[in-house]
């Protein structure tokens, strides 16, 4: 886990990781939220109706990893996640080794405050997802 103070953090600083979606995070996904839309659990459902190659998943679970990214890793400890405006440009699929992006586009000093542009990209390279993520910093991590 990262650990960037609001100090530390400037326009240009840029994190990623990988995840490789799996039968078990789309049966989990579906469980926790109840979501069994035929897209997302019918693979003849996909095929004949949505024109996918198979079943989709879920576009919040593919989200989920920006919660990560900024948790984690772009600011890490300190990080209070305010924000997340985020579009799905192309379908992801069970098996798709994800690399989650974010770079700081703004740093807001008056509200200690920091905007990340972010994208989720395939083994491809085919973005999946794009999203503007706004942080803000705990106590500790502005001091």
């Not at 994190?15 to 049966?27: A, W, Y």
């Not at 807001?108 to 990209?121: E, G, H, P, V």
Request: hydrophobic fraction near 40%; aromatic fraction near 12%; proline fraction near 3%.
């Amino acid at each position: 886990m990262n650990e960037y103070k609001f100090q530390d953090v400037s326009v240009g600083l840029e994190e990623q990781f990988e995840v490789i979606i799996t039968e078990e995070m789309m049966n989990g996904f579906g469980e926790l939220t109840g979501d069994i839309n035929p897209m997302h659990v019918d693979i003849d459902y996909a095929q004949k109706y949505g024109g996918m190659k198979d079943r989709i998943v879920y576009g919040m679970l593919t989200a989920s990893f920006y919660s990560t990214l900024v948790g984690m890793y772009l600011p890490g400890k300190y990080a209070l996640f305010e924000k997340c405006d985020v579009s799905w440009p192309s379908p992801c699929y069970i098996g798709d080794k994800l690399t989650v992006f974010g770079r700081v586009s703004d740093v807001n000093s008056l509200f200690s405050r920091i905007t990340i542009k972010a994208y989720i990209a395939n083994q491809q390279g085919k973005k999946i997802s794009r999203a503007i993520l706004t942080v803000g910093f705990t106590g500790e991590g502005t001091a």
